[in-house]
């Protein structure tokens, strides 16, 4: 995550997914040493918000240069966020 508006904030956030249920926390030590193997989706705070807004899928996002895939991590979030916006917006109102 980084985030120049509230630089705590800005570090390694473990996203873990289960049962429709997503858990957000800070990396672990551990997670850290096992960030070369998994996926890796890295965004902005405006970045992030427009995925969780459902505005932009994390694929197109990625692919425009919004966020950082590496190993697939957008496709496999992809799902999380494929719902319907939660507000109208010029673009998505038709």
Same mark, same amino acid.
Do not use: I
């Given at each position: 995550m980084r985030d120049e508006t509230i630089p705590s904030n800005e570090r390694a =956030?473990? &996203?873990h997914a289960r /049962? #429709?249920?997503?858990?957000? !926390?800070?990396?672990t030590a551990q997670q850290a040493? *096992? $960030? /070369? $193997?998994l996926p890796r989706l +890295?965004? *902005?705070a405006e970045a992030l918000a427009i995925l969780v807004a459902g505005a932009v899928s994390p694929v197109v996002a990625a692919? $425009? #240069?919004l966020v950082e895939d590496? $190993?697939?991590?957008?496709a496999l979030v992809d799902p =999380? %966020? !494929? +719902? !319907?916006? &939660? %507000?109208l917006m010029p673009m998505?109102? %038709?």
């Open positions: =956030w473990h &996203v /049962d #429709g249920h997503l858990s957000v !926390r800070a990396e040493a *096992s $960030r /070369d $193997r +890295t965004a *902005s692919e $425009r #240069g590496l $190993r697939g991590a957008a =999380w %966020f !494929r +719902t !319907r916006p &939660v %507000f998505n109102g %038709f």
